[in-house]
């Protein structure tokens, strides 16, 4: 055997090698969840919680922590975290909707915190819309709140695709997560390997709410450009928030970004009338005749 065809051979079989490690280890690379015991007992100072359990049609548990307002609440947000640890630590940030007089609930994904059973793009998608339904038995639908932050991004435009909440917000939205995971593996073909592509441009399409895009300009993991071509997809309903300097984990940090959570959560919508403005002004290229 030529010595070329023995290498191409070779290089082959350590790509589908890569391939198939990448198939079948892709959970452990995507998502770093924190495991609960049982009785851990959620606090958080100076928050009101109350804790649920609900089980899903194929047995798996899932674990909840709803986040009461003091006042009378004006509705709830779900809060969609990211891929890691579990909501013992993401419930720190329930208080920047409580203080808005929201409730909040929080829910681990399957393998995260106390929730179990098998983890696929398919059931924590039934999972969510489980727990979307759950709330619409408590709350008017138009009193409902989607958060996505990163990975909980893709997941809450589905649900806002397939519902009617009052609004959708994405923190740190992707694009889809095959165009994420492509920055680094541009080689492999993810659109085959992928179990969790999570197409957010897709489900943001058939979004009928006000949907409002939260991305800092620094986010090295998630560019600021994907805020932007997102902002693009659904434009007449969507409006992008830009917080200057911001990363992927610390807009939480920024004056600008409660300032624009405050926005967002208090004002009205306006309607304009445009024929007051001068949306139909025609420029003229052309120079004006100098009288003489």
Known sequence: MAYWVSTILTVILIYVAISIALYYLQDYMLFKPEKLPKDFEFFYENQDTEEYYMETRDGATLNGVLFKCKGNARGVVLYLKGNSKSIKGWGKFAVDFTRHNYNVFMVDYRGFGKSTGRRSQKAIKRDLQQVYN?????????????????LGSGFAAKLASMNNPRMLILDAPYYSLTKVTARYMPFMPLSILLKYPLPTYKWLKYVQCPIHIIHGTHDKLIPYKTGVRLSQVN??????????????????????????????????????????????????????????
């Open 134 to 150: 759950k709330l619409k038995e408590l709350v008017d639908e138009k009193y409902i709140i989607l958060y996505g932050r990163s």
């Open 235 to 292: 434009p007449k309903l969507t409006k992008l928030h830009t917080v200057i300097g911001g990363g992927h984990k610390n807009l939480n940090n920024f004056e600008s970004y409660h300032a624009m959570l405050d926005d967002i959560l208090n004002s009205k919508p306006k309607s304009i009338d445009l024929k007051t403005t001068s949306i139909n002004v025609i420029h003229s290229s052309k120079k004006a005749k100098t009288q003489h």
